[in-house]
């Protein structure tokens, strides 16, 4: 195929920006178009539910270029403007006003939204954490020290309530887990973690549904359970998973299910690439049908579409990771590599749990799957190999006691 | 080319190390990049700037 002279890239996080970016430096001299709806400039988010909530950064710290350098690099950044539709026969994205900006060919990087409790989608007192707005509107209604309660047992309602506690809330999480945070991180480390937070002043419902959110017929005063208790609260953290933005594609013919369904390349067909957290693709190691939600897979996979928009879809090359993430909680910090999800063993390398300093390898079905360090972040780069090898188990612990001896 | 390290920002992943290891590492004791190399050479540049691209946290930035 021909070298394209547009590139439309919908969604300006991290994954549009590093496609932008990545088209500039491949040598592309035709031009970029990058559509977000937010009507900020191009901000991280991982420090949303650290430094930012804890009134620590401003504004300024969290956008990931200085205004200036979209110009430089000519790339058309478009704040605050929706794609509404996708129309593959023409090649056009077509925006809220009915505007259409057309392309040969496109990046939807659209991400993800945070998930609501059903009905409390716009009821005030019930914040989710997503985006900038979501960040400013709870940093505002942290202040003061209000009854919160935490709805979910994931790294961003547990970071939530890390921040809260500083800033002297009265904090409750709720999971319907019986541990928090095992989803991510396995029963033990999550056991460990959940002591963390209640040492701290965290008070754990754990193993327990939420039935709804109660009002005062404006606002929200508290989280009924299922058990029939309810938890008051001034305000209410919701914290329980995102959903990929793909409603505006529907009728575009884009195969689309958990995300944007690309093959090993990240080409969903048609012109169409998909990068970051909306982006679901077939990982050429596992065969497995992967998203991940992570700001590095976001840049990685930016990065790995400019690469195969420049090499054209015949020459484009399977796109493979070793996932990263990490959450700041009190003063540890915790580092994974790979995916713990799934894992069937756990094996602590260095360190212990009772320390709070430690590696651990996690594996499934006789491979390492994932490496994970609290508060040893160089040891745990030196598991990162086993991890990318999917290294055989016994191997890699016969290796690992050689080295330590 | 010219390279800023926010080490404020740096939340200790090692991606650089990983991309660029002639010209980061990180500190021993909390995992924050170090610079190994404060002039790198101009072939190292596309490395460099993946280095960066890649970083979680957006600790750093390079200018041509």
């Known amino acids: 195929m021909s070298t394209p002279d547009r590139v439309v890239i919908v969604g300006a996080g991290p994954a549009g920006l590093a496609a932008a970016e990545g088209l500039r430096r491949g040598g592309f001299v035709g031009r970029v178009t990058l559509i977000g709806d937010e009507p ?6 991982p420090p949303l539910s650290k430094q930012f ?13 200085q205004p200036e350098a979209y ?13 509404t539709a996708l129309d593959t026969g023409n090649r056009e994205v077509v925006l809220t006003d009915g505007s259409r900006v057309s392309y040969d060919e496109v990046v939807i990087a659209t991400g993800v939204r945070a998930r609501a409790l059903p009905g409390t989608e716009h009821l005030p007192g019930v914040h989710v954490l997503r985006t900038l707005d979501d960040a400013i509107g709870l940093r505002a209604a942290m ?9 979910g047992g994931g790294f961003i309602g547990a970071e939530a309530a890390y921040v809260a506690r500083e800033l002297g809330c009265e904090v409750t999480m709720v999971t319907d887990r019986l541990v928090p945070l095992a989803d991510a991180v396995g029963d033990d480390v ?3 973690l959940t002591q963390l937070h209640q040492e701290h002043g965290v008070r754990i419902e754990a193993g327990v549904l939420v039935e709804g959110v109660v009002t005062d017929g404006s606002r929200a005063t508290g989280v009924c359970l299922a058990d029939g208790r309810t938890l008051p609260a001034e305000a209410v953290i919701v914290g329980i998973g995102a959903r990929p933005n793909v409603e505006w594609l529907s009728g575009s013919g884009v195969p689309v299910g958990d995300g944007v369904e690309c093959d090993e390349r990240l080409y969903a067909g048609n012109g169409v690439w998909a990068a970051g957290d909306v982006a679901s693709w077939t990982d050429p190691d596992s065969g497995e049908r992967l998203r991940i939600e992570h700001r590095t897979n976001a840049a990685e996979q930016g990065l790995a579409v400019a690469r195969n928009i420049l090499a054209g879809p015949d020459a484009a090359a399977p796109f493979r990771t070793v996932p990263y993430v990490w959450s700041d909680q009190y003063d540890l910090k915790i580092q994974i590599h790979g995916r713990t999800r799934g894992a069937d063993r756990v094996h602590i390398v260095e360190g212990s749990l009772e320390q709070r300093q430690f590696t651990a390898l996690y594996g499934r079905e006789g491979r390492v799957t ?12 030196a598991l990162r190999p086993f991890v990318a090898e999917r290294a055989d188990w016994d191997t890699a612990l016969a290796a690992l006691t050689a080295r330590a001896a | 080319m010219n390279i800023t390290i926010h080490e404020e920002k740096c939340c200790g ?10 010209v980061f590492d990180q500190r021993d004791e909390d995992g924050v990049v170090v610079l190994l190399d404060t002039t790198p050479a101009d072939d190292q540049l596309d490395t460099v700037r993946n280095a960066a691209a890649v970083c979680p946290a957006a600790a750093i930035e390079v200018e041509a």
């Open chain 1, 53 to 65: 909530l804890a009134g620590e950064w401003d504004l300024g710290q969290l956008r990931l270029r």
């Open chain 1, 370 to 381: 994932a490496a994970l360090g609290v508060n040893m972040m160089r040891p745990l780069r």
């Open chain 2, 13 to 22: 992943a090692g991606q650089c190390v990983l991309v660029a290891p002639a």
């Open chain 1, 71 to 83: 110009a430089a690099s000519d790339v058309d950044l478009r704040t605050g403007v929706t794609a």
């Open chain 1, 190 to 192: 999550g056991a460990t």
């Open chain 1, 143 to 151: 202040q003061g020290g209000p009854q919160l309660v935490v709805v």
């Open chain 1, 40 to 45: 900020h400039l191009p901000y991280d988010r």
